[in-house]
């Protein structure tokens, strides 16, 4: 299956972003603090709001009221659905190739 242009790829910055508003609302900052302490993966200031202006226009977050100069973001119930989505095909991908190495490895 190709991937379409507005689906969010595994390496997507998109993807982690989602990853990390699943646990609830939060700033750009706390994005990127939770994004390092997850997996390693530092996301400069360009990348994750041009990623957050992308998600926001497709309806997979929300921008919340500013608080102290803030602008938190959340995911929505489309947000949620497709990272489910690419968790699960995750899951899958993982399974396969994990089985696979254990077929071949002596």
Known sequence: MARRKDDVAWSDPALLILG???SGPKHGYAIVQDTED???ITLGPGTLYAALARLEQRGHVRALPEEDRRRPYEITAAGSA???QRLEAMRAFAVRGLTQLRT???
């Open 82 to 84: 497709l990272l489910a």
């Open 20 to 22: 990390s508003l699943v």
């Open 104 to 106: 071949v490895q002596p």
């Open 38 to 40: 997850a997996v390693g």
